[in-house]
C-alpha cells in the first residue's frame, strides 16, 4: 500500500503520555498530521476533530450515540479504535451514520502470556503467599498449589489470542480442550458443555457480543467441575459477576484470575486509595484470597503499544488510500 500523499490528519483522543511520544515519532514516517489530546472523544471535544475525517480513540470510556452523531455533523467518516474489542461504542448506529469502525491487531504475546502468568498465580495460592511474606510470615501457606500438567484447561474463543494461549500451554504439558463457533486451530474442540464438565481453568478469549454477553452465566458456573477456576483476560461480562462471586465465597470454584470486571468503567484507571468504590461485586472479590483482579492491564506492553500506535495510523491511511482509489 502506498501512502505517499502528506498530510492526512488523524485526531487521537485519550492519548496516554507514553502513546503520544510514539505517535509523534511515527508522523513524520508515515506523512501525517497529528493532533493529540488526552481527553476522551465527547460531544465536549468535537472542535479537536479539525476537519478530520478519522479519529483514534481509546477503549477506556463510552463514546455516546449523541457523541458519534456530533463527530459525523463534524465530517468523521471513520473510527480506529486502539483496543481488540469494540464495546465502548456502537457499531449499528455509526454504520447508520456513514461511520466506519476498525480494530487494530496488536500483539497478542502480551495478553497470552498474562493469561498463563494468571493461572499459575492461581494456582499457586500467589495471592496469599506475597500477602504474607509482605507481613514478614514466611511460613508455607495452608494449601498446596496444583500443577498445570495434572490439569485440563478449557479455552473458550481460540482467535489470535486462543491460539497463542493455547501454544503456551502445549509446553506445560496439560491435557488442552477448546471450544469456539468456528474452529480454527487443531485443538481438541468440544461442545461447551463438555468443556465446563471437564476443565480444572476455564480461560475466556472469545469477543463481548449479544451472544456472548454472561456466557459464564449461574446455569454454566454450577456446570462447572468442583473446585475449578476462572480466568477472564477477555471482556468483563463474559462472566456473571452476580452469579461468579457466590460460587467462590461458596467454595464451589477453587478461585478466579480477572483482568476484566464488569462495571469496571469508571474504577479501572484511576486511583480510588482516597475515593470508596462502589461496586459491592468487587469489594467482595477483592476479599477473597484466591481471586486475583488487575485493572484491564494483559494488553498494556512496550510491543502491543507500539504495534496498537502504528496500526492505528495505518489503518487511517488505508481507508483514505481506499477511498481515492474509488473517486
Known sequence: MNFSEPGLGITVYSCEPDEAVLFRELAARFSVVLTTTPAA????????????????????ARITNATLLALRQAGVTYISTRSIGYNHLDLEYADTLGIAVENVAYSPDSVADYTVMLMLMVLRNAKSTVRQTDLYDYRLTASRGRELRDLVVGVIGTGRIGAAVLDRLRGFGCQVVAYDNCPRTSADYVPLSELLRVSDVVTLHTPLTAETHHLLD??????????????????????????????????????????????????FYADHRDQPIESHLLLRLQKLPNVIVSPHTAYYTDHALSDTVENSIINCLEVESRKREWI
Open 218 to 267: 449461574r446455569s454454566r458456573i454450577e456446570q462447572l467441575r468442583y473446585g475449578a477456576v476462572v480466568v477472564n483476560t477477555g471482556r468483563g461480562a463474559l462472566l456473571d459477576t452476580a452469579a461468579l462471586v457466590p460460587a467462590l465465597e461458596s467454595g464451589q470454584l477453587g478461585g478466579a484470575a480477572l483482568d476484566v470486571l464488569e462495571g469496571e468503567e469508571g474504577i
Open 41 to 60: 472523544v465527547s460531544e465536549a471535544t468535537i472542535d479537536l476533530v479539525s476537519g478530520n475525517r478519522c479519529i483514534s480513540v481509546g477503549h477506556k
